[in-house]
Structures are given as C-alpha cells and as structure tokens.
C-alpha cells in the first residue's frame, strides 16, 4: 500500500453511512488517509439526521454533498467499502473490498441513528489499525 492509502465509501444515495464513514476516517487519520464516498444513485443532501448525529460528537458534515460513484474513484482508491446496500462496485484487482453491515439510517430518529453512527466509529478505528495508522483521538 502507498504511504498515504486512499479509501472509498460507497453506499445507493452517499447519503448517511458512507458520509459518516468518511467523515469519521478523514477526521480520525488526520490527512494519512485520502478519502472519498460516492453512491451509484447520489440523493439531493446529506440526512439531515446523520448530520446531527456527528455534530453531537463533534463532526461536521452539514457541508457535505453526495457524490456519483465512478470507475475512476474505485480504481484510484486501495480500499473500497461498500456499507450494507447493496451497491455495488467495479472490480480491479489488487484492491481490497470490504463490505460493512449497517442499518440504513434513512427515515429514521436520532435514537436509531447514534448506534450507527458509533458503529461506523468502530468499524474506522479497525481499519486505521489495518492500515497501520493510529488515531488522533
């Protein structure tokens, strides 16, 4: 892997778990890891309750807009990470494709998305250790 790997969070609409996964990764390895998410069918915004849920751990994300994925972003990116959707991605060897099982936190309260939220937080402090990166915090 390069010194600065790069990861890539897909989801249908980058909506909620892939922004809150980039989010979590760009803020947690601090510019040693190159970030991006995108979705095959990008909605209009950010939910607006994934951007309340990381404004209670102070993060961000209200700025945030949802990208079209891309067979560029896939193969420029070392990891892929498809969240539990059921998107899917195009192949190229030699990289790693990790799929997360998460629940989707579209239509739903702020109590059901804060498990999500941490989850996801857990699923990127494991993948920094994967990637040999300490976190900031």
Request: one cysteine or more; proline letters at 8%.
């Amino acid at each position: 892997m390069p010194s600065t790997p790069s990861v890539l969070f897909v989801c249908v609409h980058n909506a909620g778990r892939s922004q809150m996964a980039a989010a979590f990764l760009t803020h947690l390895a601090a510019g040693r890891v190159l970030v991006r998410s995108a979705g095959s069918e990008p909605a209009d915004r950010v939910n607006p309750t994934a951007v309340q849920a990381m404004a209670e751990i102070g993060i961000d994300i209200a700025t945030e807009i949802p990208k079209i994925l891309t067979v560029d972003a896939v193969e420029s990116s070392d990891v892929v990470i498809t969240m539990g959707c059921g998107d899917t991605c195009p192949y190229f060897p030699g990289k790693r494709y990790l799929d997360w099982k998460l629940d989707d936190p579209a239509g739903q309260g702020i109590e059901a998305v804060r498990p999500i939220r941490d989850e996801i937080e857990h699923h990127i402090r494991t993948l920094l250790d994967d990637l040999g990166i300490p976190p900031i915090s």
